[in-house]
């Protein structure tokens, strides 16, 4: 059974996505008009099921209420026992209440770990401000909190700033980390690509980070098995197959490929002896399933 490690759900009439809903902006990622309508787990199941897949990892998208979102990941997890899904959820971790709020995230079974992004896009994180969050002591402690609760944290941030990230994430080694969308390599130039692999050494040489291969489509829009295959053969070599995993990154990714075709390319690209670690065994163990 393959576990789909990164991916996400909603439903417009439950929860409030501001960024999902805002009309004719055109994101990083691509347009997202065909994506702003509920998305299911019945529909996301079917892509996944026929693929192979039979359990999956919810990650939090920028809902106005994260507490709503995470209680109603929880619903829909509880509605499907017969499709394990467990979720990493938004938490502020500079917040004062930071203790309350993962107080009443650990009351949801399905909980895992937590997000909060610090990096998206160069574009947008200038206007965003998250790229901020390394310098802040609150944050450090609250990484500590994390592991200290056994919870884990799904790392989002661009190659820039992966040398500052692994100095914070050093003195939080008990925290396991997610690295997701292999460290966001947005620029696609061999130039581009060798300053990511350089620089994700930082993060890849610290044990408790693990490696996500999601998103590979989302900063190349005509992405294809060859123009993927440094990204993905580096993130192997520098994590090894047990400290990496797929993810679909589904309804995103669905703006450039469809569900097998992100499938089928990742699986032509890694070797049938790293399989079952990449799309089983690194997610069950990291995200408890």
């Keep these: 059974m393959k576990i789909d490690a990164h991916h996400h759900l909603w439903d417009l009439t439950a929860v409030n996505y501001p960024w999902l809903m805002e009309k004719g902006t055109v994101r990083f990622f691509g ?12 529909e996301f199941r079917a892509d996944a099921k026929a693929m192979g897949f039979g359990a999956s990892v919810h990650i939090q998208v920028g809902a106005a209420d994260p507490w709503a979102e995470a209680q109603w990941v929880q619903s829909v997890a509880d509605q499907f026992p ?9 938490c502020d971790l500079t917040a004062d209440n930071l203790d309350e709020q993962l107080d009443h995230l650990q009351t949801l079974p399905s909980v895992r770990g937590v997000r909060q992004i610090i990096g998206r896009a160069p574009g947008e994180d200038a206007s965003t401000g998250t790229n901020a969050l390394l310098k802040d002591p609150a944050f ?16 989002q941030l661009l190659p820039e700033l992966m040398d500052q990230a692994a100095d914070v994430l050093a003195q ?12 966001s390599p947005h620029d696609r130039t061999p130039q581009g690509l060798q300053r990511w692999a350089d620089e994700l ?5 610290q044990q408790q980070v693990y490696c996500k291969l999601s998103g ?13 295959a440094p990204i993905v053969s580096n993130c192997l070599s520098q994590f090894g197959a047990e400290r990496c995993m797929f993810g679909s990154n589904f309804p995103v990714d669905s703006l450039t490929s469809t569900y097998k075709d992100v499938v089928s390319r990742h699986q032509e690209l890694i070797p049938s002896l790293n399989q079952e670690h990449v799309f089983h065994g690194t997610s069950k163990r990291f995200y408890r399933i």
């Design 216 to 228: 590979l489509g989302m900063f190349d829009h005509n992405w294809s098995t060859a123009s993927v």
């Design 140 to 155: 450090l402690a609250g990484l500590k909190q994390l592991g200290t609760r056994g919870l884990s944290f799904d790392l």
């Design 31 to 42: 347009d997202p008009s065909s994506i702003q309508r509920d998305y299911l787990l019945p």
């Design 172 to 183: 939080a080694p008990e925290t396991r980390i997610a690295l997701c969308h292999a460290g």
């Design 201 to 205: 050494t930082a993060l890849s040489s």
């Design 82 to 90: 017969d499709w394990p899904l467990v979720q990493v959820a938004f």
